[in-house]
């Protein structure tokens, strides 16, 4: 197997996936270990509760939201993160008219969001 090769490029460049009734568009880089997904979000929007097999790091860099998580509510604005355990049930909702503007990275990759990062360099 050959080394993966450096690849690079803009946020805005990359495909988007919309998913209009969350007020949500998305879109990723995946590396060999990890996926790192870029969100917007239009107020008013959420992601409802939910769970998956992967540990998840939430990186706010626009807007405000309110993240629970198994029943604590966590709000974040601007800087703020938030580690989201494997299994523990989560989501999301904006808060305020700022759209937020946040990078969710999974560890290991979701399987079912690597279709965001189809047609990128692989090793």
Request: hydrophobic letters at 40%; a negative charge; glycine letters at 10%.
């Amino acid at each position: 197997m050959s080394e993966p090769a450096p690849f690079g490029g803009s946020i805005a460049d990359l495909p988007r996936e919309r998913l209009a009734e969350l007020g949500l568009s998305r879109s990723a880089v995946r590396t060999d270990d990890a996926l790192v997904v870029f969100n917007w979000l239009t107020p008013p929007a959420g992601v409802p509760l939910h769970d998956h097999p992967f540990d998840q790091l939430s990186l706010i860099l626009e807007g405000a939201c309110v993240m629970r998580v198994d029943g604590d509510e966590h709000r974040l604005s601007a800087g703020g993160f938030l580690y989201i355990p494997a299994g523990a049930r989560h989501g999301l909702e904006t808060v305020g008219t700022v759209p937020v503007f946040n990078i969710d990275v999974f560890a290991p990759a979701r399987e079912d969001y690597l279709h965001l990062a189809e047609g990128q360099p692989r090793a």
